[in-house]
């Protein structure tokens, strides 16, 4: 089953804080963030395995909550670069499944 | 390191006609996946590659298929094209094996099919 992202799209101003949320009814091995800018491909951020550790990357961060295969993803003191459309993947076994991928939420950080 | 090459970027087709894109992974990646998107839909797994093998396959019609060379580069064919069938198609390699990035996808730029 697909995840489910929420908000699907966003707008901020410089320097504003985010948090996109992804949901999933099955028990999940691990859980993937991918942002794509406008006509580009999309790009690894993070990974996050079960077990509910937070990772960071520059001011972008994410959490996994196990026990409701739940993930998030926190960016904090916006840029423009921020701007794009950001994706979570989720693995349900290790190795053995292919990523599915959410509708997406599109965020839009403006000056 | 070269990225992950598809090719190619931009192609259109008529209804009932047949398209071949093809992806280049990254060099000893030796996984190759598939994926559809198009707007408000996300990315929609079509198949994953591995060792000349189909490893994994998504909900889509039989008149998508794929194949993947001793080289690990990959192909995938559509036939009958409809006009749902317009979409980015983008290919994925990743290492597989073990460690925590073994499944972390590189994406190709993408074939953008538009079928009239």
């Known amino acids: 089953q697909q995840p489910v992202q929420s908000p699907q799209a966003v707008i901020l101003r410089e320097g504003e804080d985010a948090v996109i949320n992804c949901s999933s009814s099955k028990a999940l091995y691990s859980v993937h963030w991918y942002r794509q800018k406008h006509g580009e491909a999309p790009v690894f951020l993070m990974i996050?395995?079960?077990?509910?550790e937070q990772k960071g990357h520059d001011k972008i961060s994410a959490s996994f909550n196990e026990k409701k295969q739940q993930s998030s993803l926190y960016l904090t003191a916006s840029q423009l670069s921020y701007s794009g459309t950001y994706f979570c993947?989720?693995?349900?076994?290790?190795?053995?499944?292919?990523?599915?991928f959410g509708k997406g939420t599109r965020l839009s950080v403006i000056a | 390191k070269a990225g992950v090459t598809q090719t190619p970027r931009y192609l259109i087709k008529t209804r009932g006609q047949q398209v071949t894109l093809s992806c280049s992974p990254i060099s000893g990646h030796r996984s190759v996946s598939w994926y559809q998107q198009t707007p408000g839909q996300g990315l929609q797994f079509l198949f994953e590659y591995f060792s000349e093998t189909q490893r994994n396959k998504g909900n889509f019609p039989g008149r998508f298929s794929g194949r993947q060379f001793s080289n690990s580069r990959s192909e995938m064919n559509v036939s009958t094209l409809e006009l749902g069938d317009s979409a980015l198609y983008l290919c994925a390699s990743s290492p597989l094996g073990q460690g925590i990035m073994a499944n972390v996808l590189t994406f190709g730029a993408g074939s953008r099919l538009t079928v009239l």
């Open positions: 996050l395995l079960k077990g509910g």
């Open positions: 993947g989720t693995e349900s076994n290790s190795g053995n499944t292919p990523l599915v």
